[in-house]
């Protein structure tokens, strides 16, 4: 089991930018793979970005594609989400989350962070 901690959401006006930082307690290779999902208000749980810790391969939702970029820090436990260009429909509660592989959806991942909430007006 790893956990994992989100930080560095806020409040920023639309065309700002903020970087999400997780930090995960350990890598194994079941949890290789970290995602960034969001979640607006009565809305589903959405994939925004991934990343595999092994060796730095990324994906990313065509909604951010261009805008947000996932990386990771030498130490391979710490992923960002750097966002650029935020508009209001990227208001949401953001999550990481780990699994052993990238893709599926979010109910096949079992290691959620508490989340940090971003707001864009």
């Known amino acids: 089991h790893v956990q994992l901690v989100e930080s560095g959401g806020g409040s920023v006006q639309a065309g700002g930018s903020l970087r999400l930082s997780c930090a995960a307690s350990t890598y194994t290779a079941m949890t290789n793979c970290v995602s960034w999902f969001r979640q607006a208000p009565a809305k589903e749980r959405e994939w925004v970005a991934g990343i595999y810790r092994s060796d730095g391969t990324t994906y990313s939702a065509d909604s951010v594609k261009g805008r947000f970029t996932i990386s990771q820090g030498n130490g391979k436990n710490t992923v960002y989400l750097q966002m650029n260009n935020l508009k209001a429909e990227d208001t949401a509660m953001y999550y990481c989350?780990?699994?052993?592989?990238?893709?599926?959806?979010?109910?096949?991942?079992?290691?959620w962070g508490q989340g940090t909430q971003v707001t864009v007006s």
């Open positions: 989350a780990a699994h052993e592989v990238c893709g599926g959806s979010w109910y096949d991942y079992n290691n």
